[in-house]
């Protein structure tokens, strides 16, 4: 299905030239039921460079020219020397990760624009500080890749919440058993099935994470990092308790896989005139005036501007571009925390001008 030939009209050839990245699929393995691991190699000679817990791009065309763009979280450790792998579970009503996962084949041609993503581990962290990861299902996927970049390249602890309807179902469970058995002393796993244990305890409801918090000293220890990643009700609890037992926003980090709408009305901006954006970019710069409601990415879109970007919803990071002069008003952000917030970047999908010129460097 994904050959060469097939590739050209899947993709827009423009698009494709300009900056994308083609990989071959050089095997498949079956993780879980309607689950499937890709190892992929570049058909170029330099590999692709990513980070553990980030997603890869790849780019679709519908049968009517509409180009479309799927991400999917990579599995494999950069410390490691891993070759690249992502991770796909099958989804209802989802068109390519159905194609992905009961078609592809060794050897197809899957076109990307890369690795990106802020779900990721700090650049450098003290050797006391404790990761604490929540996972759902194929949650599992980009927390994989961050614990085995723990466990083997620092001397750090690392708990994991994963939670899973049964054992059959579980993706990587023997890896992830077999890295409890190497580091006993540093992994500590707590392995929920929702169908094999009362519903109180095979479920991670707020009751559950406070017996796990008092096991683990969870809320009380400032030296520890959450990492969520799961569907969003399942994200959205974990929050809220979190936060409201104390713990600091800046030591959440959550990743989103299905983007949903927002639960409430999203607000309208304090003016709408129409202001001049330059933006720099791999090396080219160009300027070009930005008027709600067309946001930045957009506007840049219809003038043939090929800048990165996945969910335009302002859900996944991919779009985030430094703001160093003016100001840029987001309708939505999911992803930007305080600290980047502060280091001035701001989402380009949900992004627009106000008070002036705005200048910014992706």
């Known amino acids: 299905m994904f050959n060469r030939k097939d590739l050209l009209s899947w993709v827009d050839k423009k698009v ?3 900056l994308s990245i083609v990989l071959r699929i050089k095997s498949i393995k079956t993780e879980a039921p ?7 190699e570049s058909v170029e000679s330099k590999p692709l460079v990513y980070k553990s817990g980030q997603f890869l791009t790849l780019l679709f065309k519908h049968n009517n020219g509409e180009e479309v763009r799927r991400s999917y979280s990579i599995s494999s450790s950069p410390l490691l020397s891993e070759p690249l792998t992502i991770t796909v579970k099958k989804i209802p009503n989802g068109e390519f990760s159905r194609k992905l996962v009961d078609h592809a084949k060794e050897g197809d041609l899957l076109n990307s624009i890369g690795a990106s993503g802020l779900f990721v581990l700090p650049d450098s962290y003290d050797r006391h500080l404790l990761f604490c990861f929540l996972a759902a299902g194929s949650g599992i996927t980009p927390i994989f890749s961050q614990i085995k970049s723990i466990l083997y390249g620092s001397e750090n602890s690392v708990i994991l919440i994963y939670s899973n309807k049964n054992a059959f179902s579980t993706i990587f469970l023997n890896e992830i058993l077999r890295l409890k058995d190497v580091f006993k002393e540093r992994f500590m796993l707590e392995l929920l099935f929702s169908e094999s244990a ?22 009380k220890d400032d030296h520890i990092l959450f990492y969520l990643c799961g569907p969003n009700a399942y994200m959205r609890m974990i929050n809220i308790k979190l936060r ?21 009305q999203l607000p309208e901006p304090p003016e709408r005139k129409a202001y001049p954006v330059t933006i720099h970019y791999k090396g080219e710069t160009f300027t070009i005036q930005v008027k709600y409601p067309i946001s930045i990415l957009e506007t840049a879109k219809k003038h043939g501007k090929a800048l990165p970007y996945s ?8 779009c985030a571009a430094i703001c160093s002069t003016g100001n840029v008003w987001m309708r939505y952000n999911e992803v930007l925390g305080e600290h980047a917030l502060a280091e001035g970047y701001v989402l380009t999908c949900t992004g627009y001008p106000i008070g002036g010129p705005v200048e910014l460097t992706i």
């Open 198 to 219: 009362p519903l109180t305890e095979g479920r991670l409801s707020q009751g559950v994470l406070d017996q796990l918090a008092q096991k683990y000293n969870l809320y």
């Open 244 to 264: 409201a037992e104390g713990v600091r926003s800046d030591h959440i980090k959550k990743e989103l896989f299905i983007v949903d709408a927002p639960l409430y």
């Open 16 to 18: 494709m030239d300009n």
């Open 34 to 40: 309607d689950t499937k691991s890709f190892v992929l």
């Open 311 to 318: 969910c335009e919803t302002g859900q996944c990071g991919t």
